[in-house]
């Protein structure tokens, strides 16, 4: 395993969870760095990236104003802190790791893909 994704659970709707994601093995510190969601049934879809210095973040428009993407290039770890949860965000959340120093919204430019972590957000 070379990205660990961890802190996903239940959540109440309007409460809040942060999910982070390890790496191990091998550095990503030069990599751009997404978090992607699917739900059961649905297509894995993309919910926000961040650059290789932090720079530059990116959010779909469902999760703009409530999920802040970090990372802490010293410990090798990307963080997805959820507010405002809602029911419709239940998913597993995947992080992952893109080609290049940018992150991407195409799940064709990631090639290390952590193992996923379940959101669930009761009503």
């Known amino acids: 395993v070379q990205l660990q994704a961890s802190g996903g659970g239940l959540v109440q709707a309007g409460g809040s969870l942060r999910l982070s994601c390890a790496a191990s093995?091998?550095?990503?510190?030069?990599?751009?760095m997404g978090w992607f969601r699917q739900a059961p049934g649905e297509e894995r879809e993309f919910v926000a990236g961040?650059?290789?210095?932090?720079?530059?973040?990116y959010y779909v428009d469902f999760v703009k104003g409530r999920f802040t993407i970090s990372r802490d290039n010293a410990k090798d770890t990307v963080y997805l802190q959820m507010n405002s949860l809602k029911p419709e965000d239940t998913a597993v959340y995947y992080c992952?790791?893109?080609?290049?120093?940018?992150?991407?919204?195409?799940?064709?430019?990631?090639?290390?893909w952590g193992q996923g972590t379940l959101v669930t957000v009761s009503s």
């Open positions: 992952a790791a893109a080609l290049g120093s940018w992150w991407s919204s195409q799940k064709s430019r990631h090639r290390y």
């Open positions: 093995r091998r550095t990503f510190r030069n990599n751009g």
């Open positions: 961040v650059s290789w210095s932090g720079g530059d973040t």
